[in-house]
């Protein structure tokens, strides 16, 4: 079955400790990408990425890292959280970004607590 | 730039009627437009997108959207609401010269009353 999988689906943590949130596709996908979604915000890009090996700054960078050593996987890095990144999290993927009209297919999410 | 505005935060009708879901736009460029649903404690599924051909787009579950370049909008519609419509829909824009890049609009929450 073609699908993005996340885990952990659930996390609450302490601030400054280290976490990293995986992401995987079955689907041979080029495009990745990771989303917060806040109430009344909407989605916001995290980081993306082209390719392996190739990833930039979306519009909410500060406080995530983010690494594609392999086309499939995309984790989500948080080195020392803090409260304010509570949040709820997606991942998803596309065949291509060309053209900006690529359907994007959405993990599950993730649901992030930094006490 | 390109920016997507939803217009209601929040949109209640009874099952059987009709739905409305607005939608408005910028982008200096022919946009690619689609619109996203999210149901509770789910990810985000494709309902439909425009890429430039015909204006009026049919999705998945009878939703429909109308592109209208004159009025800068894409809003979404169904004749008949269905309990199974409730969900969060999500507006959004990109641009085939900013490739990179997808806006997402703030989201509408329907609701379906009985």
């Known amino acids: 079955e073609a699908q993005v999988t996340q885990n952990p689906r659930y996390l609450i943590t302490v601030t400054g400790k280290k976490l990293t949130v995986t992401c995987s596709q079955n689907m041979n996908h080029e495009y990745m990408s990771w989303y917060r979604q806040d109430p009344g915000l909407g989605l916001r890009q995290i980081y993306y990425s082209m390719n392996v090996e190739v990833t930039d700054k979306g519009d909410v960078p500060e406080g995530y890292k983010v690494s594609r050593k392999e086309k499939r996987n995309f984790p989500l890095i948080l080195e020392s959280p803090s409260p304010n990144q509570t949040s709820l999290y997606f991942c998803?993927?596309?065949?291509?970004?060309?053209?900006?009209?690529?359907?994007?297919?959405f993990g599950p999410g993730t649901r992030l607590t930094v006490l | 730039a390109q920016s997507v505005t939803q217009l209601d935060s929040h949109v209640s009708v009874s099952e059987g009627t009709p739905v409305l879901l607005r939608c408005n736009y910028s982008s200096s460029y022919s946009p690619s437009l689609f619109w996203y649903v999210q149901h509770p404690n789910k990810g985000l599924q494709l309902l439909l997108k425009y890429t430039s051909a015909a204006t009026l787009v049919k999705g998945i579950n009878g939703f429909e959207a109308e592109f209208k370049k004159s009025e800068t909008s894409f809003h979404l519609t169904k004749p008949s609401a269905h309990m199974s419509d409730a969900a969060e829909y999500f507006c959004v824009v990109s641009s085939p010269y900013n490739t990179d890049k997808l806006i997402f609009g703030t989201g509408t929450r329907l609701q379906v009353f009985p």
């Open positions: 998803a993927s596309s065949l291509s970004i060309a053209g900006g009209s690529d359907t994007q297919y």
